[in-house]
């Protein structure tokens, strides 16, 4: 899958469901991003990429059972498909070769 085809807020959500694992639903997945960008994405700005990224094959879900403490209602857990990680992978040589040849002196400026 070119890596072309994954934004900013896709890649950092597949990147959140891979570190939450079996806890990756909605505001869990809402808090890691917050917490790593510094950004609070709207719950509908998350559910929309959530649902994109099913839809190309790069996340499943399922609910949970319900749960007292969400007054008997079930929460959304995401997972990485085959094709997800395989995604990630790409995503994470294409940023390599990207900053290849930037010298470590430059780095530092750019921050």
């Known amino acids: 899958m070119p ?3 994954l934004g900013a807020l896709e890649l950092t959500t597949l ?4 570190r939450l694992k079996d806890e990756a639903y909605g505001l869990a997945i809402r808090r890691d991003l917050a917490a790593r ?5 709207s719950v509908g700005a998350l559910y929309t990429t959530l649902q994109r990224l099913e839809d190309k094959g790069l996340l499943t879900s399922r609910h949970s059972e319900p749960l007292p403490v969400r007054g008997g209602r079930s929460r959304r857990h995401f997972a990485l498909t085959g094709a997800g990680v395989r995604a990630l992978r790409e995503a994470e040589r294409h940023a390599a070769s990207i900053w290849a040849g930037i010298g470590k002196p430059l780095r530092p400026r750019l921050a």
């Open 3 to 5: 890596i072309a085809i």
């Open 15 to 18: 990147l959140a469901v891979a």
């Open 37 to 41: 960008t510094g950004r609070d994405y």
